[in-house]
């Protein structure tokens, strides 16, 4: 095992990966802004490090610095979690050139699978299911109608550097395509520094469906089962749960062997995931995560396999000690990420000093969180504070549980999504299993203003009030002989005392 570990990340995965490194007996070293001075992150460490001012193309994304720190400081491997640094190929490529441990794929695999023909083009090879279209992208408005033809619309103009859905646009005509394909290549030439584009066949209703892989440098794969992710707002998941509540044991085990076969094609190794999208029984290959994704623990629930303790192992040179006849799955998990957003009115980013936080706990409740009371949520980083994940025999069962953890959750100070989540839980479609990509915008209701939430405010700030009212009319005088340590709670509504 390795003996130190970098990690140039922050909030509740730089959090999840200390968690981690301290399990494995790895010397865990954060590194923060200057904004994250008394992080938890930071204070959850075994050493840390400023790496410069709050924005993050000063501080989390300087990879130079980031390595020049890890060589002075002794670390032996960097963890880069994810967004960031953790899927550019180039600093990856740095860490190794620089002697260092990378904890991810080799950096072709990284750099593969970031472009999106090049991928499609080596799953298409490995004979992965790609979304019917093209492997290179076109050069101009006459080659896209011409493919465009040939697929049959609606079609989908994608960024070839893509990802994330930018320079994305669905083409219902030809009549819009040239407008599209000029718009599509601006906006990916923005995004990406790179214009070209390609075309797909736009598959209408679909779900996220996606496989987690986990590779060793011996040559053995194995697949960890599928997190179904379709509930998101612009491409950004909400919710996420293993297993899926739509595949067959045979769907399920032929997607993992097809997920397997693309991790073969490209030699992972570490933690990955497929992304796949599935439609009445059929699946496509999307894309290649080439990092430990944010909904990984759903899948560490209902497998009992750590992800996080694999990548360090796995990037110390250890084999898997698990073939796929070992892993199962038991129960049934949920994952809501808790994000400074307020649902009502567009999911707005909200700012401010987390004055009350209390975590929910009890039986199959895991919180991965990234924030404390008192500290400080600003524009500079993403707003996601944390992960409620939740375990149960059934779906049903692991339902009900996140509704009562949510109920349990506290965050005053800044709005978060968490009363969103809880409208879900209730939501007949959802409760059903019948989810799609377009979940949120087939449910307005759940993003709509009702008043509900005020109304439980109000109602909540109101039994204060009137509790606060009671107390002081039957408050116990306490004679000063007595003295405050006499707590008045005990005397509080007993037999003759203070009315
Ligand atoms: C698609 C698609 C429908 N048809 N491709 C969105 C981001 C990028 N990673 C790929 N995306 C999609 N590609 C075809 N041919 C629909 C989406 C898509 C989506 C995919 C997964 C999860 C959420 C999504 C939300 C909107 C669109």
């Known amino acids: 095992m390795i003996g130190s570990v970098l990690i140039a990340n922050r909030g509740e995965i730089a959090v999840r990966i200390v968690r981690g490194a301290r399990e494995c007996g790895v010397h865990a070293i954060a590194v923060f802004s200057e904004a994250d001075r008394l992080a938890p992150h930071v204070l959850a460490a075994d050493e840390a490090h400023c790496i410069g001012p709050a924005p993050s193309a000063e501080s989390y994304l300087r990879g130079d610095a980031l390595i020049e720190l890890a060589l002075r400081v002794g670390a032996e491997a960097i963890h880069p979690g994810y967004g960031f640094l953790a899927e550019r190929a180039d600093f990856a490529r740095a860490v190794e050139a620089a002697g260092l441990l990378f904890i991810g794929p080799a950096p072709d695999t990284i750099a593969a699978m970031g472009d ?7 799953m298409s ?11 290179e992208a076109v050069a101009d408005p006459e080659a896209a109608e011409a493919a465009a033809e040939e697929i049959g619309f609606p079609v989908l103009l994608k960024a070839s550097a893509g990802g994330g859905g930018k320079g994305m646009r669905v083409v219902e005509e030809a009549a819009d395509l040239r407008r599209a394909f000029e718009a599509a290549s601006r906006e990916a030439l923005a995004a990406f520094g ?7 066949r736009y598959l209408q209703r679909p779900r996220h469906v996606e496989i987690q892989l986990l590779g060793d440098t011996h040559g053995n794969v194995v697949h960890l089962a599928e997190r179904e992710c379709s509930i998101q707002r612009r491409h950004q998941k909400l919710v996420e749960e293993a ?5 067959s044991e045979e769907e399920r085990a032929r997607m993992g062997e097809t997920a397997v076969t693309a991790a073969r094609a490209v ?10 999208l599935y439609e009445r029984g059929e699946y496509f290959f999307l894309e290649m995560n080439t990092r430990l994704q944010v ?3 759903v899948t560490e629930l209902v497998t009992g396999i750590d992800l996080v303790e694999w990548q360090f192992r796995v990037a110390s040179g250890e084999a898997l000690a698990f073939t796929q006849d070992d892993i199962g799955i038991t129960g049934h998990a949920i994952e809501c990420r808790i994000t400074s957003e307020d649902h009502l009115g567009g999911f707005l980013p909200s700012t401010g000093t987390i004055s009350h936080f209390e975590i929910p706990s009890g039986p199959g409740v895991r919180w991965d969180g990234g924030v404390v009371q008192g500290g400080e949520v600003t524009l500079h980083y993403d707003p996601l504070l944390g992960k409620l994940i939740v375990h149960g025999a059934t779906r049903a069962s692991a339902i009900d549980r996140m509704a009562r953890a949510l109920d349990e959750l506290v965050v005053a100070g800044v709005e978060t999504c968490a009363p969103f989540h809880r409208r879900v839980m209730e939501e007949p479609d959802f409760r059903a299993g019948k989810v799609s990509i377009r979940y949120i915008e087939e449910h307005p209701e759940l993003v709509e203003d009702d008043g509900s939430e005020r109304d439980l405010l109000a109602a909540a700030i109101g039994a204060a009030l009137l509790e606060d009212e009671h107390r002081r009319h ?19 509504g007993s037999p003759g005392r203070g009315e």
């Open 267 to 276: 030699d992972y190794r570490g933690a990955g995931t497929v992304e796949f």
């Open 116 to 122: 999106k023909t090049e991928a499609r083009r080596r």
């Open 295 to 297: 909904e990984h623990p």
């Open 125 to 135: 090879e490995a004979g992965v299911p790609i979304v019917p279209g093209l492997t």
């Open 474 to 492: 039957r408050a116990p005088r306490i004679a000063p002989s007595e003295g405050p340590s006499i707590s008045p709670w005990r005397r509080v």
């Open 243 to 247: 297993p899926s509540p739509v595949l």
């Open 194 to 200: 790179d214009g070209s584009v390609y075309l797909e």
